[in-house]
């Protein structure tokens, strides 16, 4: 059984920084793709960051050039560095993971909260 859990939310004043961490448990290989997601009240869940099992990666235009995304295939995991935080950060942060013709799998989401 897939299982995938985040980890380092917070609070943290506007101009920090965070670092969140996301591990995929109960496969044997390598995620196709793992990303991080947010969702801020009253707001429909949006991609932040994607990146494959390559290393190609993605960003949403709002978090490029503060956010890094990384990842170690063989321990399946991802972790999102998050610079220069602004209050519109402020969301519950879920981590994806998908493998290929098997599946996709969701954390249970950790909150960030961006104080100005």
């Known amino acids: 059984q897939v299982q995938v859990v985040e980890s380092g939310g917070g609070l943290v004043q506007a101009g920090g920084s965070l670092r969140l961490s996301c591990a995929a448990s109960?496969?044997?290989?390598?995620?196709?793709?793992m990303g991080w997601y947010r969702q801020a009240p009253g707001k429909q869940r949006e991609s932040v960051a994607g990146i494959t099992s390559g290393g190609g990666t993605n960003y949403a235009d709002s978090v490029k050039g503060r956010f890094t995304i990384l990842r170690d295939n063989a321990r399946n995991t991802v972790s999102l560095q998050m610079n220069s935080l602004k209050s519109e950060d402020t969301a519950v942060y879920y981590c994806?993971?998908?493998?290929?013709?098997?599946?996709?799998?969701w954390g249970q989401g950790t909150q960030v909260t961006v104080s100005s």
């Open positions: 109960g496969i044997a290989s390598s995620m196709n793709y």
């Open positions: 994806k993971a998908d493998k290929y013709r098997l599946g996709t799998w």
